[in-house]
């Protein structure tokens, strides 16, 4: 285990030992306690001590697609590693197609003795569907992407022995593209035949890991927060308690995320020279 990470058991053991008698959530049970503090690890790791994993993942050729982790979140980053050990990421592309089909129907009933039967409410659904990634027809593609629209053009740049329409059309490169389909919990990529693997760096819910940790900057933050959640439902804690408690853990959040995303003075240099390199003059 990393030494800058403590387990989640070790914070649960450490605040059930400095727990008094006469605190205010001293009968709260270890079942209750895990449960809050597993929320905690979430809700902290999605805006201050994020868990950054780095996979490589194989592509399904046949529908271009990447599987998502079990504990995805959120993608940072996605592309292929070149033979110097960088990534070069894949450009977003909202426009990639994902659709389906729905293959059969069946008419949706409910059993008599379920309490929400509602006979009025059953409709026919779809049961089954399937990728339908095809091309619809009459639609212009990337072949001849101004079909249909000529008379609105001005034919005005010269490309080879070629006469061209929308000069600046489509501008970047990328070595591939990419969308998010979160419907069916993977990526949808348009790159050449011949990737067969990705890498892809993706904020990971440690929620959901065999031995949560949460980084020693957030350590107190989760014992706040524990706290703060344990007070906020009981009518015995009055409501001066239940302020102090919220403003404590923001207040221990706050720190923690400025110890995390420290900004050093070299860093800030080292951004600011990156505009004033010399180039040959020609």
């Known amino acids: 285990m990393a030494r800058n990470y403590v387990t989640l058991r070790q914070v649960l053991d450490d605040y059930k030992i400095t727990m008094d008698g006469d605190d205010f959530v001293s009968t709260a049970s270890d079942a209750a306690l895990r449960n809050i503090a597993m929320r905690g690890i979430r809700e902290i790791g999605f805006d201050t001590g994020k868990k950054v994993r780095s996979l490589k993942l194989p592509v399904t050729t046949s529908n271009d697609t990447v599987a998502l982790p079990d504990d995805f979140v959120d993608l940072i980053k996605i592309g292929g590693v070149g033979s110097d050990g960088l990534v070069y990421v894949f450009g977003h592309n909202k426009n990639i197609n994902y659709s389906q089909k729905e293959v059969t129907d069946a008419a949706t009933t409910d059993a008599q003795d379920d309490p929400l039967y509602r006979d009025v409410d059953?409709?026919?659904?779809?049961?089954?569907?399937?990728?339908?990634?095809?091309?619809?027809?009459?639609?212009?593609?990337?072949?001849?992407?101004?079909?249909?629209?000529?008379?609105?053009?001005?034919?005005?740049y010269l490309y080879g022995s070629n006469l061209r329409t929308l000069y600046g059309v489509g501008g970047g490169h990328m070595n591939g593209e990419y969308r998010l389909n979160l419907d069916q919990n993977r990526i949808e990529l348009k790159v050449n035949s011949s990737v067969n693997e990705v890498v892809i760096e993706y904020i990971a819910?440690?929620?959901?890991?065999?031995?949560?940790?949460?980084?020693?900057?957030?350590?107190?933050?989760?014992?706040?927060?524990?706290y703060y959640k344990l007070c906020e439902r009981k009518t015995s804690v009055h409501?001066?308690?239940?302020?102090?408690?919220?403003?404590?853990?923001?207040?221990?959040?706050?720190?923690?995320?400025?110890?995390?995303?420290?900004?050093?003075?070299?860093?800030?240099?080292?951004?600011?020279?990156?505009?004033?390199?010399?180039?040959?003059k020609y």
């Open 122 to 156: 059953a409709i026919n659904k779809p049961v089954n569907r399937e990728d339908s990634k095809s091309k619809t027809s009459g639609v212009a593609d990337e072949a001849n992407p101004t079909n249909g629209f000529d008379s609105y053009l001005f034919r005005n």
């Open 205 to 226: 819910d440690e929620a959901r890991s065999t031995d949560p940790m949460v980084h020693v900057y957030c350590e107190e933050a989760l014992r706040c927060y524990i």
């Open 239 to 280: 409501a001066g308690e239940k302020a102090r408690a919220r403003t404590e853990y923001y207040n221990e959040l706050r720190k923690a995320k400025a110890r995390l995303n420290n900004f050093t003075k070299e860093e800030a240099l080292k951004t600011i020279r990156k505009n004033f390199k010399q180039a040959p």
